[in-house]
Each structure stands twice: as structure tokens, then as C-alpha cells.
């Protein structure tokens, strides 16, 4: 039996990359990767997530690509957990598993009309126009005037500024075909984005925001006219704000303060309101929604909480960004609440058997600690999960391949007749894509289904 530890990482975003570095770096122990991604496509949310306009962070892939060199490192692309391989087949061929697989759902708003059509999640819009194979075919009704992107986090400003931005922006970042064209054709003039609490308390960064002050043909706006901040908000600001606050709120004064101008698109940042209705005749046609005020609770937090006074606004298209949620996996336990996996510093407990530990079994990223934070976020986050899976291996006395039944996984993955994608695959589509792409003046052209990347994928093999 070969010395060293077989770990499989299920999941190729930055949470399962960085879990293989932090492997490959212990100089005490011998370690194998295999990583699996249900899609061929490696880098998770960094490929399908990252805003299209945001070149240079999806830059970080150089790092995992160099991670991938590493010669105890094998990618089994196009091969699903739960549908192509399951617990029992890895805890079989593996020491260890450390489920990386992120939080592809999302936050339902709960209010009547969420389901009309017209009605999306961000996620799917996200997914869509980032060529994802799963919502290539979603349809978004960009004939409408007016959009509503319900929350104030990065997400609701990259949705907002995707609909904001003219197609010659658009043309020079790697937006899918289909959505380029898509967009091309957009009537929306007014773009909204609704947050429930103050601008003190949005959860934008201010790189995020100050790209609004850029826009070629989009002003962005605060509704109410120029930021004026209530004492007690000015007194936060002054005592307890962070720099990332502070800075939010000089740009949204800038932004506030601004000439009209005759540009053709409005991005409106509309605080203190929440939808409470949304309705038409089978599709979106209004949106209904509370002002609130912040009121302060006993734990000395703020609240928004639901004042008399409404707005109805028509309204064609709305988004929810109200924050992404994980899924159940099969086989392992799951809090339905955080949308996380339970947990402790990242190795995988039983709520109801006791809170016992799993030895072989590990999470890392957003299904570990749910989805908060910036790529790097998921680095230490990772390191921890390492960590403490090492330190379980030496507390428990356990020798690699101790538990190991089956030597191989190609075998298994073979007999189940699974077209598996290696690195080196991957390494053929990227270059299919990114001279595609440069053909055009644009850093890729992405293959958007899945059928289609194995086929080029065989082509050039
Ligand atoms: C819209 C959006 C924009 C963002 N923009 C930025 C940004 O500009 N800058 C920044 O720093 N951060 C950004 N983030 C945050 C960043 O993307 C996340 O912190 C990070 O991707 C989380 O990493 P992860 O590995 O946990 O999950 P993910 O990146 O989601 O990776 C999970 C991987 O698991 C795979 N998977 C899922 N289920 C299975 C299964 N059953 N079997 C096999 N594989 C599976 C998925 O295909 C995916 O590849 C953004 C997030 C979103 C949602």
C-alpha cells in the first residue's frame, strides 16, 4: 500500500483549491488530491460568479492552476457528487473527504408575487450571464423599463451594474454570447436597488460602489436627494464606523450630490424600504414596498423595522440578492437554517447523533461557514479545515490507506461509463476559449453547455 494519505476535495472553487495548497504544503505528511467538479469547468464562483467586467480577480485561477501542476494532483471534471459518485464510493478509494461545494441556492424574499414570472434570483442572473451550462438557456425579459435588484450587498451592485452598462462596455469582458446579445437589445431605463437598512449598514465594499460613479451611460442616483444622515447616523459614522463605511458613505455623497445628467440609464440606490408585494396579470408588473426606520434592540443592534408609509412603483423585472444558500448533500447532515453542513473548525459533526465527529469527513468554503466573505476569505477558512483534519489523523493514531477498500478511483469512475474531464482537458478548453476569445478582443469566449466543451474537449485531445 503506497505511504502517502488519498484525499478526495469535492468541489473546484477557492475553497477546495486552497484545501489542496494547504495540503501539498505539509512537509510531515504525503498527500494525494483527487478533486472532482460536477461541472468541466474548473474554479467555482471565480468562473461563474466574479462579474464578468472583473477581469483582474478572476486572475487568482494562476494560483490554482499552479496548485493543479503539483504531480499528486488529479481534476475529475463533468463528475457530480450524489449523482456519479457518492459517500460510500469515496470513503472507500479515500483517507479523507473535504466537501468544497459552495451555496448554489438562494434566500427566497417570502413575500406574494415572488413567484411571478419576471420575478429571478440573482443567482440564476449571475449564472446566466456567466454562461453557467445549468442556466444557459434562463430567459430574462429585458424589454421592460424598469428593474428592481432587492439588496445592497456586491452581488445587487454587480446585477445592477451588469444592467447598467452599454454593450461596448460589456463587449471587452467575458460575458456569455448569449447575454451580450441579450443586453444588447435592453429598453431598461431605471435600475433600483432596494436596501432595507440605512446606507451605513450597506454591505457593499466601496470599489464596488464607486464603480457607479463611472458608468458611460448610466447615472446613478440617491433617491431623497442629497445624503443627509439622521444625528444618530451621523454619530455612528463619527464614533463606531469602520474605513470601509466611511468610504461607502463619501462616494454615496458624491453620487448624491451630482448634476443630472442626460444619460440614459438611472441606477436608483433607494435605503430604508422592503418589498412587501409583488403583482400583475402573470407577470411582474408592480412592486410594493415599506420605508422603514432603524430602531435599536436590547443587544444594541440596528433594525430595520416597518413604518406606515408605502411606495408602489412599476416594475418589469425584479431580482432578489438577499443572500445565497447551501444544499443538502447526500449522506451528510445539514443545518436547513444557515444552509451549512454542521460543523466544528471544519470537520463534519452529527446534530443528531450526538454531535458526534466524522474523522474521514471535512467541510471548506460557503458550505462550511455559509456565504460570506471575499475569495481570499476562503484561504484561512481552508487552512483551518486542514488543520484540523491533520491533528484528527495523528489524535486518532490512523495510517493512510487504513480504511482504504479499493485502490483507484479511475476504475469505478470507468465502469459507471463516466466522461471525467482531467486538468490537462481543461487546460485544451481554456485555450479553445481564451483564442476564441482574443479572435474577438475579448479575454475568452466561454462554451456555455456541457455537450459542447466534451466535444472540443475530444476534438483536441
Ligand atoms: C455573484 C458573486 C460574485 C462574487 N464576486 C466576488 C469578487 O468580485 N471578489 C471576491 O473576492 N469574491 C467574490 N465572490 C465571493 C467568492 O466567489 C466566494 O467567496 C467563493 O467562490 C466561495 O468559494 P467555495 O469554494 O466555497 O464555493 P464555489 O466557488 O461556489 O465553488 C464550489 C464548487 O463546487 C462544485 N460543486 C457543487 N456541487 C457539487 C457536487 N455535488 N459535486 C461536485 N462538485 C460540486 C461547483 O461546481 C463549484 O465549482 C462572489 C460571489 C458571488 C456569488
Redesign the pocket.
Known sequence: MDASWGIAV???????FYSAGELFRQESFSIKVDM????PT?????RG???PD?QK?KSVTKIYSRIAENPNFRFFGN????RDIFQSDLLDHYDAVIY?????ADRALGVPGEDLSGSHS?TEF?AWYNGHPDFSNHKFDLSVKNAFVIGMG??AL?VARILAKTPEELAATDIAGYALEALRESQLENIWLVGRRGPLQAAFTPSEAREFLELREAEAVVEGGPLELDTESQKILETEAGKDTKKNIEILKQISEREASVKKKRVHFLFLASPVEISGEGKVEKISMVRNQLVRRDDGSLRPQATEKKIEEDAGLVFRSIG?LGKP?ADLPFDHKSGTIPNECGQVKDPENGNSFRCREYV????KRG?S??????KQDSVETVHRMLETFQAEKMEPGQYITVPDIVSLLESRKIEYVSFADWKLLDAHETEAGQAEGRPRLKLTSIAEMLEIIRQKR
Open positions: 469535492i468541489g473546484s472553487g477557492p475553497a477546495g472532482f467538479d460536477r461541472l474548473p474554479f467555482g464562483l471565480v460568479g466574479v462579474a472583473h480577480i463528475v457530480e457528487f450524489g468544497s461545494v459552495g451555496s448554489p440573482a449571475v456586491n452581488v454587480d445565497y448533500l471548506a468554503g460557503w458550505i456565504p466573505g471575499v475569495i481570499g476569505t476562503n
